[in-house]
T-cell receptor, first 114, second 113 residues
Framework: AQSVSQHNHHVILSEAASLELGCNYSYGGTVNLFWYVQYPGQHLQLLLKYFSGDPLVKGIKGFEAEFIKSKFSFNLRKPSVQWSDTAEYFC????????????FGTGTRLKVLA | DGGITQSPKYLFRKEGQNVTLSCEQNLNHDAMYWYRQDPGQGLRLIYYSQIVNDFQKGDIAEGYSVSREKKESFPLTVTSAQKNPTAFYLCASLGLAGSGELFFGEGSRLTVL
């Protein structure tokens, strides 16, 4: 079945540690890829997106993600996390053109210890 | 301020009752969405609408209904046929000019007693 997979459900890190959250999708063809973040008590907001071009995209708050087409992956990274990065992170895919569907992964809860 | 307004924020309902969740946007966006968020399951698509008077089922449409009579409004009805309606419901709209970005409301938490 077509899906978006996030393998890390809960991640706990100390401040200044590096972060990598995995995202894999099973759609063929051209897709648009996104990472959204939900801070405690706040609404979901866009972190970064990839449509085409440079597979390494940079987003807000020092986050970046790398699209690897051969691996159907779009992993999120941050070199040094802060306590304020504590949140839930969602990977999302907009399948090949012609559809307005946006499919989300199951999310990863990140807790950063001060 | 421009944005998406969902109401009510919290709602309690007895089993067997239908309930309608409101979603209004003043962003002039054409496409709107309803998602259900459950712990450990992420966001699952219930219904989406590309334009007024048109909508499509998402992955978990059973037990839900929607209407799109106005561009600004996309209400979701949780019917008594929905077997497990207690959840957090999120409404979103799609940014203009091919931005691809979804803008989310703050959500409505429905509890069935």
């Amino acid at each position: 079945a077509q899906s978006v997979s996030q393998h890390n459900h809960h991640v706990i890190l100390s401040e200044a540690a590096s972060l990598e959250l995995g995202c894999n999708y099973s759609y063929g063809g051209t897709v648009n890829l996104f990472w959204y973040v939900q801070y405690p008590g706040q609404h979901l907001q866009l972190l970064l997106k990839y449509f085409s071009g440079d597979p390494l995209v940079k987003g807000i708050k020092g986050f970046e993600a790398e699209f690897i087409k051969s691996k159907f992956s779009f992993n999120l990274r941050k070199p040094s996390v802060q306590w304020s990065d504590t949140a839930e992170y969602f990977c999302a895919v907009n399948p090949p053109s012609g559809t307005y569907k946006y499919i989300f992964g199951t999310g990863t809860r990140l807790k950063v210890l001060a | 301020d421009g944005g998406i307004t969902q109401s009510p924020k919290y709602l309690f309902r007895k089993e067997g009752q239908n309930v309608t969740l409101s979603c209004e946007q003043n962003l002039n966006h054409d496409a709107m969405y309803w998602y259900r968020q459950d712990p450990g399951q992420g966001l699952r698509l219930i219904y989406y609408s590309q334009i007024v008077n048109d909508f499509q089922k998402g992955d978990i449409a059973e037990g839900y209904s929607v209407s799109r009579e106005k561009k600004e409004s996309f209400p979701l009805t949780v019917t008594s046929a929905q077997k497990n309606p207690t959840a957090f419901y999120l409404c979103a709209s799609l940014g203009l000019a091919g931005s691809g970005e979804l803008f989310f409301g703050e959500g409505s938490r429905l509890t069935v007693l």
